[in-house]
């Protein structure tokens, strides 16, 4: 039998209704910084982001699958840092989104709760000492 499997990271892929803005809400928002942009036939089809070691990727939905299908539902999303979990949330709010849960303690790590406008679920967590 192989090896089973052991990952490092997982990264995610996200298509998204329109990728201008929801490029411009996970940098302006969360602090992802654009690492690449790609383009077909001279059209933008998708970003690379980065935030730490943290990677998505957006793309353009090209409406094959319609594009007022539900998206996100089931899946949450889990971002891990070392960060002021209450002062991260607090700079969110501060740009006007308001967040699924405010920041609370649970099972040891500090977090919140958000979604992104394509209403992809996040969970922002921190193992720091609960407040």
């Given at each position: 039998m192989p090896e089973p499997?052991?990952?490092?990271?997982?990264?995610?892929?996200?298509?998204?209704?329109?990728?201008?803005?929801?490029?411009?809400?996970?940098?302006?928002?969360?602090?992802?910084?654009?690492?690449?942009?790609?383009?077909?036939?001279?059209?933008?089809?998708?970003?690379?982001?980065?935030?730490?070691?943290?990677?998505?990727?957006?793309?353009?939905?090209?409406?094959?699958?319609?594009?007022?299908?539900?998206?996100?539902?089931?899946?949450?999303?889990?971002?891990?840092?070392?960060?002021?979990?209450?002062?991260?949330?607090?700079s969110i709010k501060a740009?006007?989104?308001?967040?699924?849960?405010?920041?609370?303690?649970?099972?040891?790590?500090?977090?919140?709760?958000?979604?992104?406008?394509?209403?992809?679920?996040?969970?922002?967590?921190?193992?720091?000492?609960?407040?």
């Amino acid at each position: 039998m192989p090896e089973p499997l052991h990952g490092d990271t997982l990264d995610a892929s996200l298509t998204v209704t329109n990728l201008e803005r929801s490029t411009t809400w996970y940098t302006a928002i969360l602090g992802f910084t654009i690492d690449r942009r790609h383009e077909r036939d001279g059209q933008l089809i998708a970003v690379s982001l980065k935030a730490g070691a943290v990677r998505l990727l957006l793309s353009q939905d090209d409406g094959t699958k319609g594009l007022d299908r539900a998206r996100g539902d089931a899946l949450s999303l889990r971002i891990t840092t070392r960060q002021d979990i209450d002062a991260l949330a607090a700079s969110i709010k501060a740009q006007g989104v308001t967040l699924d849960t405010e920041p609370m303690s649970a099972h040891g790590y500090r977090i919140f709760r958000l979604h992104d406008p394509d209403g992809f679920r996040f969970t922002v967590s921190s193992p720091h000492v609960a407040r």
